[in-house]
């Protein structure tokens, strides 16, 4: 039996303005060594990637073969229409059983945390390949490091609603779960929404609450705060004040 490839889980940038002048900061040389050698990708998105492998310095960015997923982990009615039901996590790894390498790279920080890319990764185990995780930015992490909240404990819940009466029921949910077991919660919400979510959390949650915002990380305009809920009512007492966060990818983390 031929030797199978090996699967990268390469670590993308958490933002793409001036890619290049980031990936020194985000990325360890050997990971975009590595990135740089690759020519069977699995992407979501086939522009992004062939910006990110420009700014890697890759051999031969247009001659890669790219193969978007744009799919949420083929979870039934969220598989996308276009590649429809027969397109199995394993068809996308095909190059694998030919004994090429191949790179799995998110859109934004790593894969299969918080994004798309578990099944794949999974689907490869299944197969026998190995898989290698590549160091990069995720953004999970980097907003629990300079929280100054639990790092000993700390639970992620992705996407939580975004209707009002939902969200407020949620995120008081989050709070008295936080407090029984000291637990950091961490969401992420559509950067369009940022406020409608922090309003949500001065409303919703009890005054000597915790909550970091985490905003564009590793970026420039990176800005990472860590207050009181009744802090945070007194530096945005409304919708207007809070115009300045919206549209920044954000990451919530909230100890009660």
């Known amino acids: 039996m031929a030797?199978?490839?090996t699967l990268y889980l390469v670590p993308n940038t958490l933002g793409d303005d001036a890619r290049t002048e980031q990936l020194p900061w985000v990325l360890p040389n050997e990971t975009i060594a590595c990135t740089a050698k690759l020519?069977?990708?699995i992407v979501e998105d086939a522009?992004?990637?062939?910006a990110f492998l420009k700014a890697v310095d890759s051999v031969s960015p247009l001659a890669c073969t790219i193969q978007e997923m744009q799919m949420s982990e083929w979870r039934g009615a969220a598989r996308n229409a276009k590649y429809g039901d027969s397109v199995k996590p394993a068809d996308l790894l095909k190059p694998l059983l030919a004994g090429n390498d191949?790179?799995?790279m998110s859109e934004a920080g790593v894969p299969g945390v918080a994004d798309p890319g578990a099944e794949l990764v999974l689907a490869a185990h299944k197969l026998g390949a190995q898989v290698k995780p590549l160091v990069g930015p995720s953004s999970i992490l980097l907003g629990l490091m300079a929280s100054g909240l639990n790092g000993q404990r700390f639970a992620f819940q992705g996407y939580i609603p975004h209707d009002n009466h939902?969200?407020?029921a949620k995120l008081k949910q989050l709070e008295i779960e936080s407090r029984k077991l000291q637990q950091t919660q961490i969401w992420i919400e559509t950067p369009y929404?940022?406020?409608?979510?922090?309003?949500a959390c001065i409303h919703s949650l009890a005054p000597q609450t915790l909550l970091c915002l985490g905003m564009d990380l590793s970026l420039k305009s990176e800005m990472i705060t860590t207050l009181s809920i009744a802090d945070w009512r007194k530096r945005y007492p409304n919708e207007a004040a809070c115009?300045?966060?919206?549209n920044r990818p954000t990451i919530f983390l909230l100890l009660a």
């Open 3 to 5: 030797k199978l490839g």
């Open 39 to 41: 020519k069977y990708w």
């Open 193 to 199: 929404r940022n406020t409608a979510m922090l309003m």
């Open 166 to 168: 939902e969200r407020s």
């Open 102 to 104: 191949m790179g799995l």
């Open 243 to 246: 115009a300045s966060l919206q």
């Open 47 to 50: 522009k992004t990637a062939r």
